[in-house]
Each structure stands twice: as structure tokens, then as C-alpha cells.
């Protein structure tokens, strides 16, 4: 199959290298220097060079922000069968391009990250296919993802918007709060060298992509609940009350399993 992927960023220069075992692989960044690094694909110098190579999947993984722009600026070199993907971590904005650009389409979130995910190693790491995708795209990225050895779980646009509010808005404004009430950061503590090495982690990331997934629309309600057991430690503080924080660590041992 033609696969042509727009973005040589971690995630793009991943799944060009992937891909191109079994695929003929295409890559367009807007900086050549990145696709100059990724082996076994043809560079490509501007998106109109996608006409002559005439991909059957394109497969958007640029910055968030950019998704929609650069399924705008393609889609007149692309052949009305070719089918869309994204790759993005929040949709927002991009199932209402996908529902009036004319193309089928596919969209996942690969949820291995490359800042935390070690991407020659994602046995029971995790995937979502959007429930939406077109059948042959879903089974595309099906495939990948098993032959990977990653779990792959099915929401629709909606659910998958609502589940990252809780599988990214809590970690993440947990490890922002962490990062800014730090006024040292060389304290001996092996916990607190864990937690400043995941907030390093999270903050490595692009200023647009922390701030999308905190703007995403179901995200206020996770911060109501985490500023709501906030108040409720601070009021077991106060009181020193050790049964009632016994509770709270035995049901916060619960919730974790």
C-alpha cells in the first residue's frame, strides 16, 4: 500500500519507519531536514508532490494545531479514494473536518507517547480507534497496533474526548501543580525526583498540545473533582483527624487496585 505521512516529528518518523516494512512510504515535512532522517522512504519537497505518488492512506501527524490546516492544504493532490488518519491525542475540531471534507477516513490515538513510551518496546501499551473510522481504515491501524502488541480500545469522537479528560487531564495538572510549587528542584527524595522527572517529562512537551488537552471541553469537570478532594485533605489536615485520613488511604488503595 501508498502511505503518505505528513509530519517527520517523533510520532511521524516512527510510523514512516514502521510503515515502511511493508508499505511504499512517503513523507512530507515542512522541515527537510527532518525527513532527511527517517530511512527507507521518498522525501518529499512540497505536499503537491503527493499527486504523482498517488497514496492510498495519508496519515496527518503533525502538531495539533496544524491537523485541519494540513488536511487543507493536501487534500487537492490527493485522489478522492485516498483515506484520511490522524494521530491526534484530542479531536476537537477534526471530526467536523473529516465529516465535510468528501474523504473517508480513519482517526486513532496511539496513547504511547514518545516522551514516556519506549517505541521499539510497546507490548501492552495502549491504542484507541475512533468508532467512526471507515471499516478498511480501522482494520489498517487494527493490524498495526496487534502486530504490535498494543491493546487496542474503541471509543466514538465524543467518548474518546470525554475518557482523556480523565486519562490526561488528571496526571497532567497534577504534575503542573507539582512543577509549580517547586522552588527547589535538588531536594534529596526518591519520590520527589520521580515526580520532577515526569513533570520534566510532560513540560517537554509543545506549549499548543499541554494546552489543548487542558481546554478540552470535558477537562473542567476533572478539575472540579481534583480541587474538590484537594479541600477535602486540606479539611483532614486541619483537623488531624487519623481515622478519617485512615478513609482516604484505604480508598484511595481501592481506586488504584
Given amino acids: 500500500m501508498r502511505v503518505g505521512i505528513l509530519g517527520a516529528g517523533k510520532m511521524g518518523a516512527w510510523l514512516a519507519e514502521v510503515l515502511c516494512a511493508d508499505h511504499e512510504v512517503a513523507v512530507y515535512d515542512r522541515d527537510p531536514v527532518k525527513v532527511q532522517g527517517v530511512g527507507g522512504v521518498k522525501a518529499l519537497k512540497q505536499v503537491a508532490e503527493f499527486e504523482a505518488f498517488s497514496p492510498q492512506i495519508l496519515i496527518n501527524a503533525v502538531s495539533l494545531e496544524n491537523t485541519v490546516n494540513a488536511f487543507e492544504a493536501t487534500a487537492p493532490y490527493l485522489p478522492r479514494e485516498c483515506l ?114 515526569i513533570a520534566r517529562g510532560l513540560l517537554s512537551e509543545s506549549n499548543h498540545l499541554l494546552a489543548e488537552v487542558l481546554f478540552n471541553p470535558q477537562s473542567l469537570s476533572q478539575l472540579d473533582k481534583i480541587t474538590a478532594r484537594l479541600e477535602f485533605l486540606k479539611h483532614v489536615i486541619r483537623g488531624k483527624d487519623y481515622e478519617e485520613a485512615r478513609r482516604f488511604f484505604d480508598q484511595l488503595r481501592t481506586n488504584l487496585g
Fill in 84 to 197: 484520511l488518519a490522524d494521530v491526534a491525542s484530542i479531536k476537537g475540531d477534526i471530526s467536523g473536518y473529516y465529516a465535510r471534507c468528501g474523504f473517508r477516513f480513519a482517526s486513532v490515538h496511539p496513547m504511547f507517547g514518545p516522551t514516556f513510551a519506549d517505541l521499539g518496546s510497546l507490548a501492552e501499551q495502549n491504542a484507541v480507534i475512533i468508532r467512526e473510522s471507515d471499516p478498511d481504515g480501522a482494520a489498517f491501524f487494527e493490524k498495526l497496533f496487534l502486530k504490535l502488541g498494543v491493546i487496542v480500545f474503541h471509543y466514538s469522537f465524543q467518548e474518546h474526548d470525554e475518557m482523556m479528560a480523565y486519562s490526561l487531564t488528571t496526571p497532567f495538572v497534577s504534575s503542573l501543580v507539582f512543577a509549580a510549587c517547586i522552588a527547589n528542584p535538588t531536594v534529596p527524595g526518591t519520590t520527589f525526583a520521580r515526580h520532577h522527572q
